[in-house]
């Protein structure tokens, strides 16, 4: 089994930062995709990056390229997300997931095989 939980969630003003993180505890793997996905009130839960444990390649989702970046720490087994010039819309509960098929980033969530209890982000306008 394989444990991940997030932090770093909060209020913020639109136009301010965040950071999030994921830790992975438990089994590990030699290698998986790292994904965070959001859901916000009466929507679907959607993808939002993803990131290679291996090679460290990264996928966004359009509506925050350019403002989103994902990264990772191998020796902590952590992934972040660095999301800056927030907006509204961005507000939602953030999950972070684990996908055990490293060949390809997937942007399903059904793909994903281990989910963390999500992380509050609320952008205030």
């Known amino acids: 089994q394989v444990q991940l939980e997030e932090s770093g969630g909060g209020l913020v003003q639109a136009g301010g930062s965040l950071r999030l993180s994921c830790a992975a505890s438990?089994?590990?793997?030699?290698?998986?995709?790292m994904g965070w996905f959001r859901q916000a009130p009466g929507k679907e839960r959607e993808f939002v990056a993803a990131?290679?444990?291996?090679?460290?390649?990264?996928y966004y989702a359009d509506f925050v390229k350019g403002r989103f970046a994902i990264s990772l720490d191998n020796a902590k087994k952590t992934v972040y997300l660095q999301m800056d010039s927030l907006k509204p819309e961005d507000t939602a509960v953030y999950y972070c997931?684990?996908?055990?098929?490293?060949?390809?980033?997937?942007?399903?969530?059904?793909?994903?095989?281990?989910w963390g209890q999500g992380t509050q982000v609320t952008v205030s306008s």
């Open positions: 438990g089994r590990t793997f030699s290698s998986y995709v």
């Open positions: 990131i290679k444990w291996t090679g460290g390649i990264t």
């Open positions: 997931a684990l996908d055990l098929n490293f060949s390809v980033i997937e942007i399903m969530t059904a793909e994903y095989d281990y």
